[in-house]
Nanobody
């Protein structure tokens, strides 16, 4: 059993910054991938950024140059540094991870509950 918990959301003015964090806890042998998704009101959930073990980070075109994803494998955590925020970044941001709980086990997909990010003046 694995749990993901996001933190760091809040209200910020356009041009401001926020740093989101995700912590994975529970029975964790290894984490194959971690990423961030977001969902704005009335819109579908979309991929923001993700990073796979041994690979470079990937970003949606809309956030390239403004957002930075990072991962601490030893602590099973992931951050999303968001700079130059725009009103269109307003959404609930979700942490996602693929976790293996034991040697020889399968990689299972987990989601956090989400954290609200509101960009408004």
């Amino acid at each position: 059993q694995v749990q993901l918990m996001e933190s760091g959301g809040g209200l910020v003015q356009p041009g401001g910054s926020l740093r989101l964090s995700c912590v994975a806890s529970g029975i964790i042998f290894s984490i194959d991938y971690m990423g961030w998704y977001r969902q704005a009101p009335g819109k579908q959930r979309e991929l923001v950024a993700f990073i796979r073990s041994g690979s470079s980070a990937n970003y949606a075109d809309s956030v390239k140059g403004r957002f930075t994803i990072s991962r601490d494998n030893a602590k099973n955590t992931m951050d999303l540094q968001m700079n130059s925020l725009k009103p269109e970044d307003t959404a609930v941001y979700y942490c996602n991870a693929g976790v293996k709980s034991w040697l020889g086990g399968t990689v299972r997909d987990y989601w956090g509950q989400g954290t609200q990010v509101t960009v408004s003046s």
